[in-house]
């Protein structure tokens, strides 16, 4: 079979489907002004927010454009009605297994409210993680121009399980993969060695630059990109008020700037970003365009609270 070439325009008739493997997730966003204050009481505005990676990514990419995005992804009883509704409201076609021993995935989102609105996470996976290939079907495959998979699933056995049976089954069909690596924390965790393993099916990968970083121990992102596309087709790094890098072969060929933004809420503008990039592939653009598609986003996504697009409606 002829590789698909990272970025090219698809054709194929009626193959205009984006599908999304990964986290469904409930949010607690805690936005707080200046550091925590050990032992006592710290004032914060708090919501609880439908999210995951996967799942906003999912969001973003119908957003953005995408008229037929679906989602692949595990939750628990406790929340799977409500997560399905925020989905089927976001343009997303959810199909959520329901676990039938594990609660939803929670994170609470820590967001300090200064001028950079930066957070942090405190992470349950519960259900989300426990995707297992048994939920997998090939026909899942049907008319999709793009498989888009979560880096979470990299980061528990059953998940990475279904990951690679999902990345075999698009090989196979001819069907191009991206790849977030997610989280900087567990990536350290996994092991860069089994992730740069993993990662040599992809055709898109997608990572933060700390994630760059942290694969190729180069500081500098343009060379960190770099490195990682003489590995996978196409590198495009997220470098959030920095835009974005776009490299293939070894050499960066352009520098995205990223759209002017008043950041509140930081939550979310990598998966924005990988949305609309993604959304705008399957519409034909080249891999630079969809890139300042995806800085866009960002610049949205950075100004609301939580990280999801807002609901039409």
């Given at each position: 079979m002829e590789p698909h070439r990272?970025?090219?325009a698809v054709t194929a008739g009626r193959d205009r489907a984006l599908l999304v493997v990964g986290d469904v997730v409930t949010d607690v966003v805690a936005r707080h002004q200046g550091p925590l204050a050990a032992g006592t009481d710290t004032a914060a505005v708090i919501r609880t927010v439908p999210g995951g990676a996967g799942a906003n990514v999912a969001c973003w990419a119908a957003h953005a454009g995408c008229a037929d995005v679906?989602?692949?992804?595990?939750?628990?009883?406790?929340?799977?009605?409500?997560h399905e509704r925020e989905l089927v409201a976001a343009g997303v076609r959810p199909r959520l297994v329901v676990d039938p021993r594990?609660?939803?995935?929670?994170?609470i989102c820590l967001v300090d409210v200064g001028a950079s609105a930066e957070r942090t996470f405190l992470t349950d996976s519960g259900a989300s993680l426990r995707l297992e290939p048994a939920d997998w079907s090939?026909?899942?495959l049907d008319g999709v121009a793009r498989l888009h998979l979560s880096g979470y699933l990299l980061f528990s056995e059953s998940s990475r399980a279904l990951a690679a049976v999902a990345l075999a089954a698009a090989r196979a069909r001819g069907v191009p993969v991206s790849l977030d690596p997610a989280s900087a924390g567990f990536l350290r965790e996994l092991g860069?060695?089994?992730?740069?393993?993993?990662?040599?099916?992809?055709?898109?990968?997608l990572p933060s630059r700390d994630e760059a970083y942290l694969l190729t121990g180069l500081p500098d992102p343009a060379d960190a990109a770099a490195k990682l596309s003489r590995h996978i087709p196409l590198v495009v790094a997220k470098l959030g008020a920095q835009g974005a890098l776009v490299a293939r072969s070894g050499t960066v060929l352009t520098h995205v700037p990223a759209a002017p933004a008043t950041p509140h809420d930081t939550t979310g503008a990598g998966d924005a970003f990988t949305g609309a990039f993604l959304a705008a592939l399957v519409a034909g653009a080249d891999p630079e365009a969809a890139a300042a598609r995806g800085c866009r986003a960002g610049a949205?996504?950075?100004?609301?609270?939580?990280?999801?697009?807002p609901v039409p409606g």
């Open positions: 990272a970025g090219q679906r989602l692949l992804g595990r939750v628990g009883a406790d929340s799977a009605a409500w594990a609660a939803t995935g929670t994170v090939d026909a899942a860069v060695d089994r992730f740069l393993a993993f990662a040599g099916g992809l055709d898109v990968l949205l996504a950075v100004e609301a609270v939580g990280g999801r697009p």
